[in-house]
């Protein structure tokens, strides 16, 4: 079983609708999850981090964690063209003295016009 | 532009040469990282620097060596690489590796082996 799993994709939407990036987790003592942005071609770019169960929100994001399913999500509303990318869910683990994540492999996401 | 500045941004090399990848980084970060990254793949951890003390994934070759001049520079050794080694490579910092923090990364280096 892979430790961070999210479906590869692409997930396409319309503009302006609500795209929802699921990612599944198999250690149940991660406590930390980030979401990171990928342009084709480009470098990750952090969009934001949940550590507590529910919902965070961050401008057009939302980060929703459930730990008793292994679960996080990343809902864009509204939309853009420009949020065409690969996201990546990002889980932490400690080890060796250090929190390091263990990335899944990208939900590609089109948004077109 | 990013604040983790890697060179070069690209790099063809063949299978006898010896390069380098340089990473710096300004933030006052005190963990900094190097990661590989093949096509439509999530990235590979290569090594972690973090207060004064190189980490290494087992995994990876002996090819691959890093140095860490000081705090603030990340590089990266290459020597007798194979084309499976052609990849992007990702260096990233953070303000540490003892709690969670987030990645900045640097825009890569995009390696091909001939």
């Known amino acids: 079983q892979k430790e961070v799993e999210q479906n590869s994709g692409p997930l396409s939407v319309p503009e302006g609708a609500i795209a929802s990036l699921n990612c599944t987790y198999s250690d149940r003592v991660s406590q930390s999850f980030f979401w990171y942005r990928q342009y084709s071609g480009k470098s990750p770019e952090l969009i934001m981090s949940?550590?507590?169960?529910g919902d965070k929100e961050d401008g057009r994001f939302t980060a929703q964690l459930n730990k008793a399913s292994q679960y996080v999500s990343l809902l864009i509303r509204d939309s853009q063209p420009s949020d065409s990318a690969t996201y990546l869910c990002a889980v932490y683990r400690h080890t060796g003295g250090s929190y390091i994540p263990t990335f899944g492999r990208g939900t590609s996401l089109i948004v077109h016009p | 532009d990013t604040e983790v500045t890697q060179t070069p941004k690209h790099l063809v090399m063949g299978m006898t040469n010896k390069k380098s990848l340089k990473c710096e980084q300004h933030m006052g970060h005190r963990a900094m990282y190097w990661y590989k990254q093949k096509a439509k793949k999530p990235p590979e951890l290569m090594f972690v620097y973090s207060y004064e003390k190189l980490s290494i994934n087992e995994s990876v070759p002996s090819r691959f060596s890093p140095e860490c001049p000081n705090s603030s520079l990340l590089n990266l050794h290459l020597h007798a690489l194979q084309p499976e080694d052609s990849a992007l490579y990702l260096c990233?910092?953070?303000?540490?590796?003892?709690?969670?923090?987030?990645?900045?990364f640097g825009s890569g280096t995009r390696l091909t082996v001939v």
């Open positions: 949940i550590y507590s169960n």
């Open positions: 990233a910092s953070s303000q540490g590796a003892r709690e969670v923090y987030g990645y900045t």
